[in-house]
């Protein structure tokens, strides 16, 4: 049986009333006049005070053509590593856009690629996860897993960790591709479509869950730690009581810091899960952390800067409303999401106003802009990796 599950998009710009036809037949939803009331935000005006250079633009082949998997651009060792949903794995050189050669698998690719050392890692629709050696560009092994595969395997302490979207996670010996363990949990029936990555620091993974739970569970042996309730599934209709989380999580220090799609974020002690504050503020597309700083892209699109230690909100932009902006990047002084246009928004980290607006392509950004260092990867829906300098870094 096959669960349903929603789309982000389609989730937040539908009814409130959700019809759930059959469960092989998924869900439908209809618009009307909430289309015009969630219509994107026209772009404001501003007199751009930062100058943003294109260094380089390189295509990679078919993106992930609007459907909701974790295909983003990773960065390793001077490499960028990036996926399409016709399998092939591109590998470009970070500095010159140039691509050095390209993994045709022709796997059907839904999550990925994760980079650690030599190996690269990815999690197909078809309920699989590959391991290929970059020495040679071969799988080194592979394995089924239970369910389909959206959030992007994990190595750590020799053990590739495997999310499925039926909330199973698998523990691969890394070298052999042999099952070690398998933690089972149940996931709601109703969901948006979507896992958030598992997060692993000192030998602990941290998962967030449909329910609106975070559970830790021990690497070595897929032992459960703790469990923390973050968001609650309640409410008067189907969309109201969707507590996902399906976003990036963070660990800084003894502090986990997560959101869920509901509207809830908090930070939880590492150790034990107890909740040191919660925030009514939450996001599907996860957190991204800089120094005290945190910072999320609510579901109006409504951009946060957030205070990581007590919970202050810093500034929050609301001029993008509607425009399905991406999970924010920090850059050297900036704060950085795409939009489903295809624009590129640059806001001042400390005022929050707009300091610079770039067009990547019409076809619209959904994977996070990626800063490494002084420049910025931006992955298109069309297919193309896009390398930015802004300010001094040009």
């Given at each position: 049986m096959i669960q349903p599950q929603l789309s982000l998009r389609t989730a937040w710009r539908g009814l409130s009333a959700l019809c759930l036809l059959v469960v092989l037949a998924g869900c439908s939803w209809f618009s009307g006049d909430d289309d015009e009331i969630n219509a994107p935000a026209e772009l404001v005006e501003f007199e751009s005070s930062v100058p943003v250079e294109r260094i380089w633009r390189t295509s990679i082949g078919a993106s992930a053509d609007r459907v909701p998997v974790n295909i983003t651009p990773v960065y390793s060792a001077g490499k960028i590593y990036v996926a399409d949903r016709k399998g092939r794995i591109s590998v470009i050189d970070a500095d010159s856009g140039q691509l050095e050669h390209q993994i045709k698998s022709r796997l059907r690719i839904s999550a990925g690629p994760s980079v650690a050392g030599n190996l690269l890692m990815v999690g197909t629709l078809d309920g699989e996860v590959f391991v290929f050696d970059l020495d040679n560009d071969e799988v080194l092994w592979r394995s089924p897993v239970s369910s389909e595969v959206l959030a992007k395997p994990v190595l750590h302490d020799g053990f590739v960790i495997v999310r499925c979207i039926d909330g199973r996670i698998f523990g691969f010996d890394a070298r052999t591709g042999v099952r070690e363990w398998l933690y089972d949990r149940g996931v709601p029936l109703l969901s948006l479509r979507g896992n958030s990555d598992p997060l692993v620091r000192g030998g602990v993974m941290?998962?967030?869950?449909?329910?609106?739970?975070?559970?830790?569970?021990?690497?070595?042996?897929?032992?459960?730690?703790?469990?923390?309730?973050?968001?609650?599934?309640?409410?008067?209709?189907?969309?109201?009581r969707l507590a996902d989380i399906d976003g990036d999580m963070a660990v800084i220090a003894n502090d986990l810091y997560v959101a869920s799609s509901r509207g809830r974020l908090a930070s939880l002690a590492v150790d034990s899960g107890r909740i040191l504050w919660v925030k009514d503020a939450g996001s599907a597309s996860g957190i991204s952390v800089a120094r005290t700083l945190l910072a999320l892209s609510d579901r109006q699109s409504q951009v946060w800067l957030v205070d990581r230690v007590n919970s202050t909100t810093l500034w929050k932009q609301d001029k993008l409303l509607n425009r399905d902006v991406t999970r924010p990047a920090f850059y050297l002084n900036y704060t950085v999401v795409g939009d489903e246009q295809g624009y590129l928004h640059f806001l001042d980290t400390q005022s929050g106003e707009f300091v610079a607006r770039v067009k990547v392509d019409g076809d619209g950004l959904r994977a996070a802009p990626l800063a490494v260092g002084t420049t910025l990867y931006v992955l298109s829906e069309s297919g193309t990796l896009n390398a930015y300098r802004a300010g001094a870094a040009i």
């Open positions: 941290y998962i967030g869950y449909d329910g609106g739970e975070v559970v830790a569970l021990r690497v070595s042996d897929g032992s459960i730690l703790w469990e923390q309730v973050v968001s609650t599934r309640d409410g008067k209709t189907d969309l109201e």
